[in-house]
C-alpha cells in the first residue's frame, strides 16, 4: 500500500460525459501528479501539483482539467468524454522539497470506461 | 529527459538471479537512475535509483556503468511475484516528471 488513495475504482460512462477523478497524496506530500495509462500509449504524465499551484504539464487535452485543493487532495476532471478516453488514470504523490527530486508512489488508479 | 532503451520482454527462473539492463547513452552528469516496476495493471512501484555508484536495497541492486551510459537492475532471488514490467527511467535531480518507455516484460517461470 502506497498510501495513495483514488476513488473510484471503476467508472463508466458514455460518450460526451464528464467525470471527476479522485486523489488523495501521502500524508505530507505536498505534490501531486496524474497519469494516463492506455493499452496503445503506454503511461503518459499528464499533469503536476505543487501545494495548490500547477507546476509542470505534460500531454494533457484540454477537455482535461484538474485543481489540487489546500487540503492536497486532487480532482481530474474529463469531460466531453471520446471513446479513446478509456485508460487507467493513475494518480502519484511525491514530497518534492525545495529543488530536490524525490520518489513518486502511485496509487492503485482509476479504470475509465468511455462507451 | 534522457532517452532510455531496454528489453522488450526476458524470462527469468524462479530463484535465479533477474537482470535486466538499461541503456542511457545521453545521460548528463547530474541524472538519476531510477527503475519502477507495474505488476499488471496496479499502480507502478518505485525499486531504487542511483547517480554514480551501485546502490542496494531490500528490493534489489542496481549497477551503474562506470560511465552511466547504462545500468542493470538486479532482482537476486526472483519469484513469481516479480513478474511485472520494470521501467528504467532517467532524470535531473531537480526534474518532476517521469517519462516512462515500453519497459521491460519480466517473467519469472516456475
Known amino acids: 500500500d502506497s498510501g495513495v488513495t483514488q476513488t473510484p475504482k471503476h467508472l463508466i460512462t458514455a460518450t460526451g460525459q464528464r467525470v471527476t477523478l479522485r486523489c488523495s497524496p501521502r500524508s505530507g506530500d505536498l505534490s501531486v501528479y496524474w497519469y494516463q495509462q492506455s493499452l496503445d500509449q503506454g503511461l503518459q504524465f499528464l499533469i503536476q501539483y505543487y501545494n495548490g499551484e500547477e507546476r509542470a504539464k505534460g500531454n494533457i487535452l484540454e477537455r482535461f482539467s484538474a485543481q489540487q485543493f489546500p487540503d492536497l487532495h486532487s480532482e481530474l476532471n474529463l469531460s466531453s468524454l471520446e471513446l479513446g478516453d478509456s485508460a487507467l488514470y493513475f494518480c502519484?504523490?511525491?514530497?518534492?522539497?525545495?529543488?530536490?527530486?524525490?520518489?513518486?508512489?502511485f496509487g492503485p488508479g482509476t479504470r475509465l470506461t468511455v462507451l | 529527459d534522457a532517452k532510455t532503451t531496454q528489453p522488450t520482454s526476458m524470462d527469468c527462473a524462479e530463484g535465479r538471479a533477474a537482470n535486466l539492463p538499461c541503456n542511457h547513452s545521453?545521460?548528463?552528469?547530474?541524472?538519476?537512475v531510477y527503475w519502477y516496476r507495474q505488476i499488471h495493471s496496479q499502480g507502478p512501484q518505485y525499486i531504487i535509483h542511483?547517480?554514480?555508484n551501485n546502490e542496494t536495497n531490500e528490493m534489489a541492486s542496481l549497477i551503474i556503468t562506470e560511465d552511466r551510459k547504462s545500468s542493470t537492475l538486479i532482482l537476486p532471488h526472483a519469484t513469481l511475484r516479480d513478474t511485472a514490467v520494470y521501467y528504467c527511467?532517467?532524470?535531473?535531480?531537480?526534474?518532476?516528471?517521469?517519462?516512462f518507455g515500453p519497459g521491460t516484460r519480466l517473467s519469472v517461470l516456475p
Open positions: 545521453t545521460i548528463s552528469g547530474n541524472e538519476y
Open positions: 502519484a504523490s511525491s514530497v518534492l522539497a525545495g529543488n530536490s527530486y524525490n520518489e513518486q508512489f
Open positions: 542511483g547517480l554514480k
Open positions: 527511467i532517467v532524470i535531473p535531480n531537480y526534474g518532476q516528471n517521469f517519462v
